[in-house]
């Protein structure tokens, strides 16, 4: 079982940036793929980005590419979203995501962020 925890939402204009932290319990946090989402009112929840068990690997949604960096440090048991350029489409919920082997099984409470214009 693992337990995540996100922190770092807020409110913040365009163009400024926001680091998205996500706290997981557990021993076996550095053997799992970890994800970031995000869900806007009134829409689906989409990827966002994601990163292999080591940190060694990351993908990313191609909106997101070169605006958003997703890190860990296992020896700290976090993942994190750096964003940039922030943009008023990017508000949303923003939740974190565990991946033991196929599927995300663990998933965080989400952080709101809402960028204004």
């Known amino acids: 079982q693992v337990h995540l925890v996100e922190s770092g939402g807020g409110l913040v204009q365009a163009g400024g940036s926001l680091r998205l932290s996500c706290a997981a319990s557990?021993?076996?946090?550095?053997?799992?793929?970890m994800g970031w989402f995000r869900q806007a009112s009134g829409k689906e929840r989409e990827f966002v980005a994601r990163i292999s068990a080591s940190g060694a690997t990351t993908v990313y949604a191609d909106s997101m590419k070169g605006r958003f960096t997703i890190s860990r440090d296992n020896a700290k048991n976090t993942v994190y979203l750096q964003m940039n350029s922030l943009k008023p489409e990017d508000t949303a919920i923003y939740y974190c995501?565990?991946?033991?082997?196929?599927?995300?099984?663990?998933w965080g409470q989400g952080t709101q962020v809402t960028v204004s214009s």
């Open positions: 557990g021993r076996t946090f550095s053997s799992y793929a």
């Open positions: 995501a565990a991946k033991p082997i196929r599927e995300y099984n663990y």
